[in-house]
């Protein structure tokens, strides 16, 4: 088609020659021209994926520098141009690591006394009589085809049927299957927070299940062995700083260690081969950048654990793996980023790698079915928990519509399918320190929907969060009591840490980038909505905050020999290093001093000099008394921070002038998320933090005409 003359996509018509677009017979909306022309090219080589690289090239002559920071700008102005009245469509898809494409067809109109029409396609000769009666009579052989497969293919199971299996308090995690299909063993976490692993015998569900482990620490994923004989768990200690893979004999109940797994982390995968002479586990090693999946040769006494996933320069991280049924591959979850983890099926014997899908935001448990060709996964996306059917040799995939999907495995016997149902929503709560007698959080924001990440300006008398209610994370603003709400982004994709600078005019915040790994810098002016690239050099970023001028971003970053705080600034893009001890989340009170966390607890303040070399840091809270990175805030006389303590969640407040702690409320345990930012309102004299809302964690077990 051709681009001078007037389009329409969907229920839009746009005029290149006047950089206008009109919603059906409403009044037309301007334009910017470079947005027109993005448009235009996307138009003119409509289906085809267009990569950032080709438009950078095309529409900004190759200036890579300006083409980067603004085409991401362009893209979501377009997309904002294509709504009315708070209905969107979808015209413009991101592919992710490939580029842009147009999802709408476009149809050149003629213009006629300021109406529309849609050009007319060629007249064709009416049809005989005799031509629509054949065609008439294969239709109906073809439906009635159609229908006897359908009924040929519904005979076993005609729909989908979900039991809950157990309702006890507390959560039941992280199920797996005996190979006869009579028992399963599960994680139960009580109400003190103590969990431990136990048995439930399927043909007697009126017994109570039977309690396998006694002990303080926490106790996993597991597998059995195919011949039923062992169990493998994995057993976490974060007090006693141990973390083991442990093989229990189910008859005598004698433990014995296999294998290390990583204490830090919040789920150790495992899984065994089908001729039980393999465990496969995530792990970590001293020689390898990141934590990945090993190998371990359960024949022989004295074998060590071997790895399997790349050890340097891998660019992600290997998570979860499963068997397949016929023992020659692993299906592997590959983690890029924390918005970012695919599925790969690795020939065990050659290494050679197939990625089987695009687009997963976090996995949560994958399972084969017997078949050899499909499995089911868990994908959590934006807080949402669903679950697919995957046919690893099309890619096809197909949604089971059920709510609070995670960590499925299937049961052999009967193709049936085990699952933990687990549903969380965060909240925004304030808590007020005016009260002599400490009160309960209250919530700021009603919604069906989780909000999380709070940030509050006393400039601009807003609070900034992110919340999920199109379908991921975008930014939103209310007023301080929660009122007033407006969606400030439509990035499509999830954004996280939303940070007010100084001046209250302004955002910066974490986003995934299309063509590239790990989670990249942006900032959004709030009045216009302008979004700009941080021209950083690092590829990963750590939350952000604002340097008190507020022309450079504060996050921590990796490089090859250290992380910590670096001071990255907004124009040029340069870089200077902050902390030499770890840092992790850091905020400047004034322009020669920064307060910061470190990765293994405690709270630190740093004076900045002119160079780049260290300077010394003094420690103002220890680790013992603050274990957190992130759940602190800070005042102009002090700051408020989560305290270690043994029971329950307390606010303790640090005063700078005696440079002494006080506690000022105490919670049950649970009470705040464990990842929210706590946020100071001063002129309220109050605190805002994210809860996490849990619904009571289930077994369920779920048959589908799918697995017949």
């Given amino acids: 088609m051709k681009i001078e003359q007037t389009y329409k996509l969907g229920k839009y018509i746009v005029y290149p020659h006047e950089f206008a677009i009109q919603f059906e017979n409403n009044e037309k909306q301007s334009l910017q021209p470079k947005w027109v022309e993005v448009l235009n090219y996307l138009v003119e080589h409509h289906p085809r994926i267009i990569p950032r690289e080709e438009l950078i090239e095309k529409i900004w002559k190759g200036n890579s520098y300006v083409g980067e920071k603004s085409l991401t700008n362009v893209i979501w102005n377009l997309r904002n141009s294509f709504k009315h009245d708070g209905e969107s469509q979808q015209i413009i898809e991101t592919i992710r690591k490939a580029g842009y494409r147009l999802l709408v067809e476009p149809v050149t109109v003629e213009h006629e006394r300021s109406d529309f029409t849609e050009c007319a396609l060629p007249k064709k000769n009416k049809p005989s009589a005799y031509a629509f009666l054949i065609k008439l009579s294969s239709l109906l052989m073809f439906i009635f085809s159609i229908c006897w497969l359908y009924i040929a293919n519904n005979k076993q199971v005609k729909h989908a049927s979900v039991e809950t299996i157990t309702s006890d308090p507390g959560e039941e995690l992280y199920v797996s299957v005996s190979p006869n299909g009579r028992f399963i063993v599960y994680r139960m976490t009580d109400q003190n927070d103590i969990a431990n692993l136990y048995l439930k015998d399927l043909q007697q569900p009126d017994v109570q299940p039977r309690q396998l482990t006694f002990d303080k620490a926490k106790e996993r994923h597991s597998v059995w062995s195919n011949d039923g004989n062992y169990l493998f768990y994995a057993r976490q200690d974060s007090r006693k700083k141990f973390c083991d893979y442990i093989q229990l004999d189910i008859k005598s109940m004698f433990e014995k260690i296999v294998a290390t797994c990583p204490l830090k982390s919040r789920h150790n995968y495992l899984d065994i ?253 709030v009045a216009t909505k302008q979004i700009m690239k941080v021209n950083s050099p690092f590829n990963d970023h750590n939350r952000p905050t604002w340097s008190i001028n507020d022309d450079a971003i504060i996050s921590a970053v990796s490089t090859e020999n250290e992380t910590d705080l670096h001071l990255i600034s907004i124009d040029t893009g340069e870089v200077k290093r902050l902390t030499f001890n770890g840092g992790r989340f850091g905020v400047m009170t004034d322009k020669n001093k920064l307060i910061y966390s470190r990765k293994k607890g405690g709270l630190w303040q740093q004076i900045l000099s002119s160079s780049q070399t260290e300077s010394p840091a003094r420690a103002l809270i220890s680790r013992k008394n603050m274990k957190e990175k992130y759940f602190w805030g800070t005042t102009d006389k002090g700051i408020y921070y989560r305290a270690a303590v043994s029971n329950g969640q307390q606010i303790n407040f640090f005063d700078y002038a005696s440079e002494k702690s006080r506690p000022l409320a105490k919670f049950p345990s649970k009470t705040f998320s464990y990842t929210s930012p706590l946020i100071v309102v001063p002129e309220d004299n109050k605190l805002l933090f994210a809860v996490t809302d849990y619904e009571q964690s289930d077994i369920k077990k779920l048959q589908h005409p799918l697995f017949n």
């Avoid at 807080?383 to 960590?407: A, H, P, Q």
């Fill in 273 to 525: 081969s089908p001729d039980d002479k393999t465990l496969a586990f995530h792990s970590e090693d001293i020689d390898s950048e990141e934590s990945g999946i090993y190998l371990l040769d359960l024949t022989s006494s004295n074998a060590k654990p071997v790895r399997f996933s790349c050890a340097t320069g891998c660019k992600f991280k290997d998570r979860d793996m499963a068997f397949s049924p016929d023992g020659k591959s692993l299906a592997v979850t590959r983690r890029f980023n924390k918005y970012s983890e695919d599925i790969y099926i690795i020939d065990i014997a050659t290494k050679e790698t197939q990625r089987i899908t695009e687009g997963i935001e976090d996995v949560r448990g994958l399972s084969w079915h017997s078949d050899n060709v499909h499995l089911v996964y868990g994908d959590r996306k934006s807080g949402i928990r669903t679950g697919y059917w995957l046919n690893t040799k099309t890619k096809e995939k197909k949604l089971l519509n059920v709510d609070g999907f995670s960590f499925p495995v299937f049961n052999r016997v009967d193709n049936s399918l085990f699952y933990q149902k687990r549903l969380r929503k965060y909240q925004i709560k304030s808590l007020s320190l005016d009260q002599a007698i400490a009160s309960s959080p209250e919530p700021i924001l009603l919604s069906n929907f989780s909000q999380r990440q709070p940030d509050y300006s006393s400039i601009s008398k807003q609070i900034a969060y992110v919340s999920n209610e199109t379908g991921v994370y975008e930014i939103w603003l209310s007023n301080k009591h929660g009122k007033e709400r407006i969606q400030l982004t439509d990035f499509g994709v999830n954004i996280s840490f939303p940070r007010w600078s100084h001046n209250g005019k302004k955002l910066v915040f974490l986003a995934p980038f299309e063509d590239e790994e790990g989670l990249k810098v942006y900032t959004i002016d």
